[in-house]
């Protein structure tokens, strides 16, 4: 048999025989005679069955029912899940002067009511149990824990009455209370070290969830806090720390925790071991088990404790199988991470199973069973975290060789789709979809349209109709293809697209603004002398060429119909900036921009721009001013215009208070350092003509 199914057997045998050997201790009831020691009580009980709760301590010290006790044959005392209540008596008789401490460990009891005789023939009552508030309680401890009023040398007489909804176990040992102290502090650094350790684990698991985002480290973790809680609450620390003063929650929160740590057990066990993929029926039955645990958390807040604690230890009984089941059926099919869920989860199932059996009476209550669950959940804590990165591995491993297998099934469709698309790109740009917000070409339907706000740049060659008449139309596609690729690449380098070739003409947008349509404009130029060198190296006459820049609102979208489509950009935006590339021969400019580009740039003064005129461009009821930029002219006539500049924009001043007297000096002073200045000429003659 295998390693993981050997092991589970192993430890179900040495558990068996544990519990039989512990089961089987004989208990003999006497008088207890105290010295300075430590005492254990169970072999010094006698009981007696109370079923209508209606007997009296005067009842029970009657002849009549002071027969009838039993002398306890287990140790400790268990009566299991019982509507009785029971009495319990023994006899003290100290022989040293001490302080006595008498601890019941069993914190899950509703009522304890304590009696004791003194040498003055009196009795003194005192009360406790899960169902009064912990603040009450005499000694504050997780127990209950009660002081013995017991005198040197005089037999005592205890009576205890005890009722419970749980499961009735009296593991009673007497103290002397310097012992108890002593031995209380070693008590609480081993509670606060496994539930520390608890904590830290659960931690780790949250903090591996957010960073791979696996549902089975959140539901491992979400699993490990609701059974904390519910240890805590067997524990009656619970009670001590968080709801002890909470008098019905105290009591409820038991079959809550229970029900809810069900319900991340079982969908932590789909997710870990995927069972929908490899066991798609038995994925069927732990998600039916999901609605009778919803149903446990749903009776803890609404009816008797009992129905519901005890619907819970039917269905811890139950999935703790099926759970068990469940693995070695998906590692038997080859699912490796199985076998390590098999080894952390088993200690944990059998001490859900036997802590249950000790709950119903089928099992003794002894040191075994009341610790087996909590070295279960210790040992699943330490362990399930391997397991789960064990499963990550895994799954990993096996997605990785599932992704190559894709990869190379979809390489070759991939370069075809990549050839394909990049074909596409040369036609329709690729900045134009992500306006559209377009994943690729095939996205793109008529009348897709969205409206920005960009630069845009025209550019054309200057007396192109009459260049063309001279060559053939091969030569014509030649020029014109060779006159393009040294000046695009411009466009690129400033963050911009061409939107279309329009013949010999471009027309570009940039996105992110002046600046960046204005220093394209400047590379232009500067790539039109490459060209002109170029040309005459071929024997050919150089060229000169306009640029318009405005920007503004436009559309860009489709236009066609459903079998032809095409992109275009609309509006006044466009319409301006191509007119402003016409009016660049008319002014002797080699770029032109608007006041609205003016207006976008970061550092006008970072650039050579003079203000040149104000027009009035057909289709505008405004005139527009407009801004020479020379950077890219030629030294001497850079040097001109800077000479000119302030002059000439005087003298537009002037103009515009149409104090055109004052203006026509200016200009003419102009016209002396720069007499090829079109845009000086143009405002001398519109002085002249307002006269």
């Given at each position: 048999?295998?390693?993981?199914?050997?092991?589970?057997?192993?430890?179900?045998?040495?558990?068996?025989?544990?519990?039989?050997?512990?089961?089987?201790?004989?208990?003999?009831?006497?008088?207890?005679?105290?010295?300075?020691?430590?005492?254990?009580?169970?072999?010094?009980?006698?009981?007696?069955?109370?079923?209508?709760?209606?007997?009296?301590?005067?009842?029970?010290?009657?002849?009549?029912?002071?027969?009838?006790?039993?002398?306890?044959?287990?140790?400790?005392?268990?009566?299991?899940?019982?509507?009785?209540?029971y009495?319990?008596?023994?006899?003290?008789?100290?022989?040293?002067?001490?302080?006595?401490?008498?601890?019941?460990?069993?914190?899950?009891?509703?009522?304890?009511?304590?009696?004791?005789?003194t040498?003055?023939?009196?009795?003194?009552?005192?009360?406790?149990?899960?169902?009064?508030?912990?603040?009450?309680?005499?000694?504050?401890?997780?127990?209950?824990?009660?002081h013995?009023?017991?005198?040197?040398?005089?037999?005592?007489s205890i009576?205890?009455?005890?009722?419970s909804?749980?499961?009735?176990?009296?593991p009673?040992?007497?103290?002397?209370?310097?012992?108890?102290?002593?031995?209380?502090?070693?008590?609480?650094?081993?509670?606060?070290?496994?539930?520390?350790?608890?904590?830290?684990?659960?931690?780790?698991?949250?903090?591996?969830?957010?960073?791979?985002?696996?549902?089975?480290?959140?539901?491992?973790?979400?699993?490990?806090?609701?059974?904390?809680?519910?240890?805590?609450?067997?524990?009656?620390?619970?009670?001590?720390?968080?709801?002890?003063?909470?008098?019905?929650?105290?009591?409820?929160?038991?079959?809550?925790?229970?029900?809810?740590?069900?319900?991340?057990a079982?969908?932590?066990?789909?997710?870990?071991?995927?069972?929908?993929?490899?066991?798609?029926?038995?994925?069927?039955?732990?998600?039916?088990?999901?609605?009778?645990?919803?149903?446990?958390?749903?009776?803890?807040?609404?009816?008797?404790?009992?129905?519901?604690?005890?619907?819970?230890?039917?269905?811890?009984?139950?999935?703790?199988?099926?759970?068990?089941?469940?693995?070695?059926?998906?590692?038997?099919?080859?699912?490796?991470?199985?076998?390590?869920?098999?080894?952390a989860?088993?200690?944990?199932?059998?001490?859900?199973?036997?802590?249950?059996?000790?709950?119903?009476g089928?099992?003794?209550?002894?040191?075994?069973?009341?610790?087996?669950?909590q070295?279960?959940?210790?040992?699943?804590?330490?362990?399930?975290?391997?397991?789960?990165?064990?499963?990550?591995?895994?799954?990993?491993?096996?997605?990785?060789?599932?992704?190559?297998?894709?990869?190379?099934?979809?390489?070759?469709?991939?370069?075809?789709?990549?050839?394909?698309?990049?074909?596409?790109?040369?036609?329709?740009?690729?900045?134009?979809?992500s306006?559209?917000?377009?994943?690729?070409?095939?996205?793109?339907?008529?009348?897709?349209?969205?409206?920005?706000?960009?630069?845009?740049?025209?550019?054309?060659?200057?007396?192109?109709?009459?260049?063309?008449?001279?060559m053939?139309?091969?030569?014509?596609?030649?020029?014109?293809?060779?006159?393009?690729?040294?000046?695009?690449?411009?466009?690129?380098?400033?963050?911009?697209?061409?939107?279309?070739?329009?013949?010999?003409?471009?027309?570009?947008?940039?996105?992110?603004?002046?600046d960046?349509?204005?220093?394209?404009?400047?590379?232009?130029?500067?790539?039109?002398?490459?060209?002109?060198?170029?040309?005459?190296?071929?024997?050919?006459?150089?060229?000169?060429?306009?640029?318009?820049?405005h920007?503004?609102?436009?559309?860009?979208?489709?236009?066609?119909?459903?079998?032809?489509?095409?992109?275009?950009?609309?509006?006044?935006?466009?319409?301006?900036?191509?007119?402003?590339?016409?009016?660049?021969?008319?002014?002797?400019?080699?770029?032109?921009?608007s006041?609205?580009?003016?207006?976008?740039?970061?550092?006008?003064?970072?650039y050579?721009?003079?203000?040149?005129?104000?027009?009035?461009?057909?289709?505008?009821?405004?005139?527009?001013?407009?801004?020479?930029?020379f950077?890219?002219?030629?030294?001497?006539?850079?040097?001109?215009?800077?000479?000119?500049?302030?002059?000439?924009?005087?003298?537009?001043?002037?103009?515009?208070?149409?104090?055109?007297?004052?203006?026509?000096?200016?200009?003419?002073?102009?016209?002396?350092?720069?007499?090829?200045?079109?845009?000086?000429?143009?405002?001398?003659?519109?002085?002249?003509?307002?006269?």
């Amino acid at each position: 048999m295998t390693c993981p199914l050997r092991l589970a057997k192993s430890l179900c045998a040495v558990f068996l025989l544990a519990v039989l050997q512990i089961s089987a201790s004989p208990c003999h009831a006497g008088a207890v005679t105290l010295k300075n020691e430590i005492y254990d009580l169970g072999q010094h009980l006698e009981f007696l069955e109370d079923p209508d709760k209606s007997f009296t301590l005067d009842d029970v010290r009657a002849s009549e029912l002071a027969g009838q006790f039993k002398p306890s044959r287990q140790q400790p005392a268990n009566f299991s899940m019982t509507t009785s209540a029971y009495w319990v008596r023994m006899q003290l008789h100290p022989l040293v002067q001490q302080s006595w401490l008498l601890e019941i460990s069993n914190p899950r009891l509703d009522r304890i009511d304590l009696y004791v005789s003194t040498p003055q023939e009196e009795t003194i009552h005192k009360t406790t149990g899960l169902m009064f508030p912990f603040r009450n309680r005499e000694v504050a401890h997780q127990n209950f824990a009660f002081h013995l009023p017991l005198t040197q040398g005089v037999a005592s007489s205890i009576y205890l009455r005890v009722e419970s909804s749980d499961a009735i176990f009296l593991p009673m040992r007497l103290w002397p209370e310097n012992a108890f102290a002593a031995h209380e502090g070693a008590r609480q650094f081993q509670l606060g070290m496994y539930y520390g350790l608890l904590l830290v684990m659960g931690i780790v698991n949250l903090l591996v969830f957010f960073a791979i985002k696996d549902k089975s480290h959140l539901y491992f973790t979400l699993f490990l806090f609701s059974f904390t809680m519910v240890l805590l609450e067997l524990s009656g620390l619970s009670d001590r720390f968080l709801f002890g003063n909470m008098d019905w929650w105290a009591k409820q929160s038991l079959p809550f925790f229970e029900g809810l740590s069900a319900f991340w057990a079982i969908l932590f066990t789909r997710s870990f071991l995927q069972t929908e993929k490899n066991l798609p029926d038995v994925h069927r039955i732990l998600s039916s088990l999901i609605v009778p645990a919803l149903l446990i958390i749903l009776l803890a807040l609404m009816v008797d404790y009992r129905w519901s604690i005890i619907g819970m230890i039917a269905l811890g009984i139950g999935s703790a199988i099926i759970i068990q089941v469940t693995a070695v059926m998906c590692w038997r099919k080859g699912f490796r991470p199985a076998r390590y869920f098999l080894i952390a989860w088993a200690m944990f199932l059998f001490g859900t199973v036997f802590y249950a059996l000790a709950a119903l009476g089928l099992l003794t209550f002894n040191i075994f069973t009341n610790n087996i669950l909590q070295i279960g959940v210790g040992w699943m804590a330490v362990l399930m975290p391997l397991a789960l990165t064990d499963r990550f591995n895994t799954l990993e491993q096996e997605k990785r060789q599932a992704q190559l297998r894709i990869i190379e099934e979809q390489q070759k469709t991939m370069d075809v789709q990549r050839t394909m698309m990049d074909a596409i790109s040369r036609f329709v740009p690729k900045q134009f979809l992500s306006f559209l917000k377009k994943e690729d070409i095939t996205d793109v339907r008529l009348g897709d349209v969205v409206q920005k706000d960009m630069a845009v740049l025209f550019t054309d060659i200057r007396g192109f109709t009459s260049l063309s008449e001279g060559m053939t139309p091969d030569e014509n596609f030649r020029f014109i293809n060779t006159y393009l690729e040294f000046v695009e690449p411009s466009v690129d380098a400033h963050d911009g697209f061409v939107d279309k070739f329009i013949g010999d003409a471009i027309m570009a947008l940039f996105p992110d603004g002046a600046d960046k349509a204005v220093a394209a404009a400047i590379d232009m130029r500067k790539r039109l002398g490459d060209f002109n060198r170029h040309q005459q190296k071929q024997g050919l006459n150089p060229i000169d060429t306009g640029i318009g820049i405005h920007c503004g609102d436009l559309m860009l979208g489709t236009v066609g119909s459903k079998q032809r489509l095409d992109t275009t950009v609309i509006g006044d935006t466009v319409n301006l900036a191509s007119r402003l590339e016409g009016q660049t021969k008319e002014f002797g400019a080699a770029i032109i921009i608007s006041e609205a580009v003016h207006a976008k740039l970061a550092d006008p003064e970072k650039y050579c721009l003079r203000q040149i005129n104000m027009v009035q461009v057909r289709g505008k009821n405004i005139p527009v001013t407009i801004y020479d930029v020379f950077d890219a002219d030629p030294a001497a006539i850079k040097k001109k215009k800077f000479a000119t500049k302030a002059s000439l924009h005087q003298a537009l001043a002037h103009i515009k208070d149409e104090n055109f007297k004052k203006a026509k000096p200016l200009l003419k002073q102009c016209l002396d350092i720069y007499p090829e200045d079109k845009a000086a000429q143009k405002l001398l003659e519109q002085c002249e003509s307002a006269k």
